[in-house]
């Protein structure tokens, strides 16, 4: 398949680009380059040393023989640009990770929740447009996220993306019909997502857009397959307290021997997903594309669920770090249950990477080789919810 991967520079995107090349497929990335700008604006960097896009490719194209396009375009910014390289290279199927993906960098400021939003939606609603306005009939799968959901303190098991509920009618009968899962944001970006998803909904509805939405819970680990074939594959690995996410930035704590910063009580239960598994699903999702006609399918992308103190306390166990247990710099429930239905990939295929101490060990060690390049004072998370927690997490004990 000719496939267009938005935002193919970043964390997910540079992996699932280079899974699908080496599957076959023909790979195009447009990409702003925005992840690396933010690193500018942040002042921090990724753990792992990474190259500009063309020269990724350039060593990707050496070692396999095989070609990844790059094309700089601005998806929220620059419409026509799109629509005219969708309108020259009429795509197969397009994956979407074109948006700024981190909850706390979308809660800095009034200005980072203003690019969060007119970022993301634009850049989804875009895509949707060109789509529709070219009669391009490419399978758009997109990467969603888990938080849509929201995380409640009561535990039923959140079905992938459609709610069956009963409705009493006038005549005083239950009718039973399937609703999209009630959506409860809990960032700036994680709205963005809910957003989103109604945009899917009407353009499937109205317009016939075969749409798949991923629903993927937090990532972990750094290297795929292809990605370890060559040091200059190597894909950008966060700490930091903006784009870091918590098991991620737990390993790499202990690395450099910074006490693991749990917020809260670290009763937050969240999904995971390892890396590999990740592009292994994306690639699930492009084989089975929903019909012409057809609901958005929506799978959820995770394969376990775990309570964030009990990560931090896994990690100690193992590395004998130190525990540091914060004032929580988000507004979220201190502590909830999270059972999630993940049967969809299961039953086409997906082998789940399960969360044990070798893997673990070995991000450890990819984290003590880069160990040189943390900046120390780049590690707390200090983008705060609300103004009334902001003095919490800021003073200097
Ligand atoms: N947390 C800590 N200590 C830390 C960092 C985080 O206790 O040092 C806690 C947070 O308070 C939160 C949980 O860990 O309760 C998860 O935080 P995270 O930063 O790992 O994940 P999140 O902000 O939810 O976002 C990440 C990705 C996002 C993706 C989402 C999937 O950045 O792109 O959509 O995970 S999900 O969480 O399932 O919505």
Not at 137 to 143: C, K, N, Y
Not at 211 to 219: E, K, S
Not at 337 to 344: G, P
Not at 372 to 380: E, H, I, L, Q, T
Request: net charge negative.
């Amino acid at each position: 398949m000719k496939i267009a991967i938005l935002g193919g520079d970043g964390f997910v995107g540079w992996p699932t680009a280079l899974h699908l090349s080496d599957a076959g497929h023909d790979i195009h990335i447009l990409d702003n380059l925005s992840r690396r700008w933010i690193d500018t604006e942040l002042g921090v960097q990724s753990l792992t040393p990474m190259d500009s896009i063309q020269e990724r490719t350039r060593i990707w194209h050496a070692e396999t023989g095989r070609r990844i396009h790059f094309n700089l375009i601005d998806l929220a910014r620059d419409y026509e640009l799109l629509k005219n390289w969708l309108a020259e290279h009429r795509p197969d199927a397009i994956v979407h990770f074109a948006e700024q993906r981190a909850a706390p960098y979308s809660m800095k400021s009034d200005r980072h929740k203003n690019y969060t939003v007119n970022n993301n939606v634009n850049a989804t609603h875009n895509l949707l447009n060109a789509l529709v306005e070219l009669g391009l009939d490419a399978h758009l799968v997109h990467l969603g996220t888990m938080g849509v959901y929201g995380y409640s303190t009561i535990g039923a098991a959140i079905p992938e993306g459609y709610l069956p509920v009963g409705i009493e009618t006038m005549g005083g009968e239950t009718v039973s019909q399937e609703i999209l899962y009630p959506s409860n944001p809990g960032s700036i970006y994680h709205m963005t997502k809910c957003l989103d998803q109604l945009l899917f909904q009407f353009y499937a509805r109205n317009d016939g857009l075969r749409i798949t939405d991923l629903h993927q819970g937090i990532v972990w680990g750094t290297h795929t397959e292809q990605t370890r074939r060559h040091a200059q594959l190597i894909n950008r690995f966060d700490y930091d307290g903006d784009y870091g996410t918590v098991l991620n930035r737990f390993l790499i704590q202990a690395a450099i021997g910074y006490p693991l910063t749990v917020h809260g009580t670290g009763g937050q239960t969240r999904a995971f997903i390892h890396i590999q598994d990740s592009v292994r699903c994306i690639e699930l999702a492009l084989k089975s594309p929903p019909g012409h006609g057809s609901r958005v399918e929506i799978f959820n992308q995770m394969t376990e669920t775990h309570r964030v103190r009990d990560l931090a306390e896994m990690i100690a166990g193992i590395t004998g770090s130190k525990i540091a247990w914060l004032p929580n710099p988000r507004k979220e429930a201190a502590e909830n249950e999270l059972v999630v239905r993940n049967e969809k990939f299961l039953s086409l295929g997906l082998d789940p990477i399960r969360l044990e101490d070798g893997l673990l060990s070995e991000i450890v060690d990819v984290a003590k080789k880069f160990a040189y390049r943390v900046d120390r004072s780049r590690v707390p998370a200090v983008s705060a919810w609300t103004k009334e927690i902001a003095p919490l997490i800021n003073h200097d004990p």
